[in-house]
């Protein structure tokens, strides 16, 4: 069993920024497709950013120009560099992991992801 652990969340205000990190427990997180998702209240869960075990990475377009996905292997860490945040923002973050490589970029997007973390919330206020 992996497990993710996320941290990093908060309130900020509109134009502010946060970075959320997710430590994974698994032997062999450099070879994971990992990503980022998101729910608001009463809204269905959407994927924010993706990272392939090979760097590739993908953004959901209301993000992109904002949100950095990046990994560090040798911490078993994925990060979420969020800028210019906006109240639209605001929502449960949750990280993801996948032992499958996927080349296809709207996969890594969405998944589907077979391991999760509990969720960091991120507020946004105007």
């Known amino acids: 069993q992996v497990q993710l652990v996320e941290s990093g969340g908060g309130s900020v205000q509109s134009g502010g920024s946060l970075r959320l990190s997710c430590v994974v427990d698994?032997?062999?997180?450099?070879?994971?497709?990992m990503g980022w998702f998101r729910q608001a209240p009463g809204k269905e869960r959407e994927g924010v950013a993706g990272?392939?075990?090979?760097?590739?990475?993908t953004y959901a377009e209301s993000v992109n120009g904002r949100f950095t996905i990046s990994r560090d292997d040798a911490k078993n860490t994925v990060y979420l560099q969020m800028n210019s945040l906006k109240p639209e923002d605001t929502a449960m973050y949750y990280c993801?992991?996948?032992?499958?490589?996927?080349?296809?970029?709207?996969?890594?997007?969405?998944?589907?992801?077979?391991?999760w973390g509990q969720g960091t919330q991120v507020t946004v206020s105007s």
């Open positions: 993801a992991a996948d032992q499958r490589f996927w080349a296809s970029r709207a996969i890594l997007l969405r998944g589907p992801y077979t391991y």
């Open positions: 698994g032997r062999a997180f450099s070879t994971y497709s």
């Open positions: 990272i392939n075990s090979d760097g590739t990475t």
